[in-house]
């Protein structure tokens, strides 16, 4: 499947890379790729340039966002809270209308310290926001409340037993979204919220998420919901 | 032990009801014992009258908010969110003053309909507001994240496979309620957050409870934090 992942951070990275590693054609996605490429810097977090990354996975695509979201069948939002709408909006609604776009971004705003707190919450989610600007997308919430490694590779921990939420407005979107999830990825354990006010759920429970990291030092662990 | 139990509702009668069952000196604190006990119709949920349920639970005295607070060595808070700080009030602040207040509670606002969303919640939290209140009490927040029946009977679920959080100031106060958990109720999972600022994660984590509720229509579950 042709992918098209927003965002080379680490969690597009991370991403593009199991998605290729799967045989998809995927496409990563920057705002300026020459900048991307010319980094030679660690980001903030200290994970290396991105270039280091894309020599060992050079069979993924880089473009623009734009190049990217045209790319796509599927459309991952890979960006920071802050960044996605303004990303998205980069990609070009007409890019992005009539696909699936996963969206795994969660608002979280970092300038008051650790634990961030979220900048949107309880009336409305980031989901949310995301679909009334791109009326045409089919977005479905997921993937938020896991570290990037557990995303692509849920059985590394307890063999996967754990639960992924799923949210969105689009029954068929839904579905699809849940098969990828299994399918590329390996999650078992999919529970379907329902629409897209749902993931206030999710992105608030990233509160809690953050707080657990802080408090166990450790984060690789994810919610189960024991039913 | 000598336990206060503020609320009359569904969650102040089960706790009341298992830790009388256990051997405690339980009172029950409501703001007028002479209506709670002359009502004679079922609530907005459709629970039986405080009455019926006292009738088999007769070794829990019945008192004011003040008269619990005196009585207990250990209080809790098991009114409503929007109630909360109110009838700590009553309760009367030398009466809590140097005890563990344990807060169930959760600052739900269901005037938009369902599911509720928070009337506080990101940058603070209802246990902090609780304690900024009362500095004298020792709070810790725990038991917000399930049902009543769960809360004083967690193994009635995959043998209580699942994780209680805790979170407060006082690392005593936090080591008591934890041992009091899993003495009382059989909690074998209690995850200590940090300090009572973390009960914004647990409060939030109430907006994803709500719509696994909603989505899955049974609120036998819990969540796990597998790690």
Not at 42 to 54: A, E, L
Not at 127 to 132: D, L, V
Not at 187 to 194: A, T
Request: aromatic share 6%.
């Amino acid at each position: 499947m042709k992918v098209g992942i927003l965002g080379t951070g680490m969690v597009g990275q991370t991403i593009a890379a199991k998605l290729a590693e799967n045989g998809d054609d995927v496409m990563i996605g920057t705002r300026d790729v020459q900048a991307t490429l010319a980094k030679d810097k660690p980001d903030m977090m200290g994970n290396p340039p991105f270039r280091v990354w894309h020599d060992k996975n050079h069979k993924v695509k880089v473009g623009t966002f734009a190049d990217t979201a045209a790319h796509a069948q599927l459309v991952v939002n890979a960006l920071s809270g802050q960044a996605s709408i303004e990303g998205l909006k980069m990609a070009g609604e007409k890019n992005i209308a009539g696909k699936i776009v996963v969206d795994i971004s969660n608002p979280l705003d970092f300038s008051k310290g650790m634990p961030p707190s979220l900048f949107m919450s309880n009336t409305t989610s980031l989901g949310e926001e995301i679909q009334k600007a791109f009326p045409n997308a089919k977005v479905v919430k997921t993937l938020n409340t896991v570290n990037a490694y557990l995303m692509v590779d849920p059985k590394k921990l307890k063999d996967g037993d754990h639960t992924m939420f799923v949210s969105g407005n689009d029954a068929a979107a839904k579905a699809e979204v849940t098969a990828w999830l299994k399918k590329s990825f390996g999650w078992s354990d999919v529970l379907d919220l329902g629409d897209l006010t749902t993931a206030r759920g999710s992105e608030m429970a990233v509160a809690l998420w953050a707080r657990v990291w802080m408090s166990t030092n450790n984060p690789m662990f994810a919610f189960k919901v024991v039913r």
